[in-house]
């Protein structure tokens, strides 16, 4: 079954060229990117953004802020290749296909082809780490966000819907830049023909401007893993949020956009963000 699920999910990416719709409900997050062999990125990498005045920062220099209408605190960027190096280095086993992408990262771009349940055991040894360290207390810990605070990281306002597929696109015009279609240059990293960034894959964090709660990359760069089950029918499928830099069609990059992915699922397209519960750090 999973392979079956797998399968229809692959089938189901297409190129930005020619767009078909996705299957459902294994509808995938993202489009294929071409056959071809990637090249590295053309464009050299930017230096991180500012770190807020008011975030915690953790200690691999991942910045946290709180997010009003949420209980949690934000990494104000996706996890970092050098972050998830730490993790692998310190734990024997980890699967190894986030070192090849298929094409060149800096150690500040956001970590690929890491599955839903690879992000989890990352937030699950983050919080022993820190706990350890001293760098945050007992109730406190690191997990994915759930559809539910992404959706309010990014400002959507009130959602249709008890599930995340029920609530896929229910807004419609709203995108992580505004309500302007096509996105303004700048607007973040996303597929090489809205013409709206000069680099051909993944990009470094912090690269774009941040949103008003402080966040980069909630739209582009990598489809973002949350906790969620995509829908209650088949727990088969867990939610991606926010695009990647394969994406160009408008129903992709909406705010309200939902991608899906069976848990054990690694793709260059796909990374993470984690929050913190419970608070800023001891």
């Known amino acids: 079954m999973r392979k079956t699920i797998l399968l229809i999910a692959a089938l189901a990416m297409v190129g930005c060229g020619k767009k078909t719709t996705p299957a459902e409900p294994e509808a995938t997050a993202g489009p294929k990117v071409e056959a071809n062999k990637p090249e590295p990125p053309k464009t050299e990498p930017k230096p991180e953004a ?48 986030w070192k090849s992408p298929g094409f060149t990262q800096a150690d500040t771009h956001p970590v690929v082809k890491v599955n839903w349940e690879d992000a989890n055991a990352f937030c699950e040894w983050l919080t022993k780490k820190e706990l350890a360290a001293g760098k945050i207390k007992q109730g406190q810990k690191y997990r994915l966000p759930t559809d539910a605070e992404w959706s309010v990281a990014v400002g959507l306002g009130q959602e249709k819907g008890n599930t995340p597929r029920e609530k896929r696109q229910g807004i419609k015009d709203v995108y992580p830049w505004g309500k302007e279609w096509p996105p303004p240059v700048g607007a973040g990293n996303y597929y090489k023909s809205l013409k709206v960034d000069n680099f051909e894959y993944t990009s470094p964090v912090g690269s774009f401007a941040a949103n008003k709660l402080d966040l980069h990359d909630m739209g582009g760069n990598v489809w973002e893993w949350c906790e969620d089950w995509y829908g209650p029918a088949a727990k088969a499928l867990r939610v991606l949020r926010g695009a990647s830099w394969g994406d160009c069609y408008p129903d992709y990059l909406l705010s309200s956009f939902r991608g899906d992915g069976a848990p054990d699922y690694r793709f260059y397209y796909f990374g993470f963000r984690c929050v913190l519960v419970g608070g800023s750090g001891g």
Request: net charge negative; hydrophobic share 45%; charged share 15%.
């Open 50 to 97: 500012k770190i807020p005045t008011n975030a915690f920062v953790n200690t691999l220099g991942m910045p946290f802020v709180p997010v009003p209408g949420t209980e949690v605190s934000f990494s104000i960027w996706e996890t970092r290749v050098k972050d998830y190096a730490a993790y692998a280095a310190a734990n024997a086993g980890v699967d190894a296909n």
